[in-house]
């Protein structure tokens, strides 16, 4: 049985320069990456990025995304408009550990302005080494998604 995990990338513009290294990191730790863009630095939209990697892992498409932007709140915002999805930002590994422990997030969202690329590439490690505690965060987690 194929045991590798996935992960969907996107983010606008201000995270295009991390995009493309975060990727090969990934792939050198045995990942699958699907990339969603956008594939330039020219001003786009991010919720054009963030809805495709959302709607992935919604649909089960890849186990986990990586969204990328210049604060973060944008695609961590628009990738939690979609049910099944927690997206959490995180600037520091601490924080990328919590949100897999407690919250159960299946996207990691990056305020590239604000990280340097080790410091990301950190998070990510952080967060693909961290699993759900479960236990009393379970009963929260479930109450997350709305009617």
Not at 29 to 47: H, R, W
Not at 125 to 146: A, P, Y
Request: net charge negative.
């Amino acid at each position: 049985m194929d045991t590798q995990i996935s992960f969907a990338v996107g983010g606008d513009h201000a995270g295009f320069d991390y995009k493309d290294q975060l990727i090969d990191y990934l792939k050198s730790l045995n990942i699958k990456v699907q990339d969603f863009g956008t594939y330039s630095a020219d001003s786009v939209d991010y919720p054009d990025f963030a809805h495709p990697v959302a709607e992935s892992v919604e649909k089960g498409e890849h186990d986990f995304g990586l969204l990328l932007c210049g604060s973060a709140n944008g695609v961590a915002i628009t990738a939690n408009k979609h049910q099944g999805i927690r997206a959490g930002l995180a600037w520091n590994s601490e924080v990328a550990q919590l949100i897999r422990l407690h919250n159960d997030a299946n996207i990691l969202c990056l305020p590239v302005r604000f990280i340097s690329l080790e410091e990301s590439k950190k998070c990510l490690k952080t967060f693909i080494d961290t699993s759900f505690e479960g236990g009393r965060h379970q009963n929260r987690v479930d109450k997350i998604i709305c009617c």
